[in-house]
């Protein structure tokens, strides 16, 4: 089983890239401390990362996971404010738009030459896809509605292949980009609208991730599992 996981190097990811080398899969890292680099505000990025992730594991990726990605406020004063709604977009959910088109097509290659394994994606959201985020935040959340919308679509789309689509919404998780969300809106006033307490730890957004790329039964495909400590519940 080869993993192919963006934004591993720390985090959500450096959990999630844990738990699956734990769990016996041989994952293909992005990041430059973690693997394979490439710069996503770059057009030419993911198509990079994909051909890189293929050569090193010898012709065959089984699971994409998308998990990087980034979480920049901009106020609607600001004189960059396209620029950066732009930015997010091409960040969060274009780059993972190319991958997920590449390994479909890899997938579907395979499928011809009558291979019978499919593949799994699993698309790491935010809880923002469904209830939005801050006022300086719209292109954070409109990034993870589309991830969101594009996993559905997948899954809906290319089952009867074997690949399979799943998505996970984290709310907030005690990272870095979190720490300084919560510090700049006041965090125990944030703390209180989540009835568990206490933000996500890396660890339990990792395990709804391994499950997804490993383990899940395939009648699950178009699933979104959320990890927000029922702040938000649908």
């Not at 957004?205 to 959320?226: C, Q």
Request: charged residues 15%.
């Amino acid at each position: 089983m080869t993993i192919l996981l963006t934004g591993s190097s720390r985090g959500i990811g450096a959990a999630i890239h844990l738990a699956l080398t734990d769990a016996g899969a041989s994952v293909i890292g992005h990041g430059t401390a973690s693997g394979i680099p490439a710069d996503f505000a770059d057009p030419a990025g993911p198509t990079a990362l994909w051909n890189a992730a293929l050569e090193q594991a010898g012709g065959t990726i089984d699971v994409l996971i998308n998990n990087a990605g980034v979480f920049e406020a901009s106020p609607l004063g600001d004189d960059d404010w396209t620029a950066q709604w732009e930015r997010t977009m091409r960040i969060n959910l274009t780059a993972s738009a190319e991958l997920c088109r590449l390994a479909v097509l890899h997938w579907q290659s395979r499928g011809r030459q009558g291979w019978k394994g499919g593949g799994r994606i699993v698309n790491i959201a935010s809880r923002a896809a469904y209830r939005g985020d801050s006022p300086s935040h719209w292109h954070y959340a409109a990034s993870k509605a589309g991830m969101v919308a594009m996993t559905k679509t997948i899954a809906r789309g290319y089952a009867r292949e074997g690949i399979l689509a799943f998505a996970v919404c984290p709310g907030f998780t005690m990272t870095g980009m979190a720490d300084d969300y919560l510090s700049s809106r006041g965090g125990d006033a944030l703390l209180a609208e989540i009835p568990l307490g206490r933000v996500a730890a890396p660890e339990e957004v990792a395990a709804a991730a391994k499950f997804l790329a490993l383990e899940a039964p395939a009648s699950m495909t178009g699933s979104v599992i959320d990890v927000n400590g029922a702040s938000y519940v649908r």
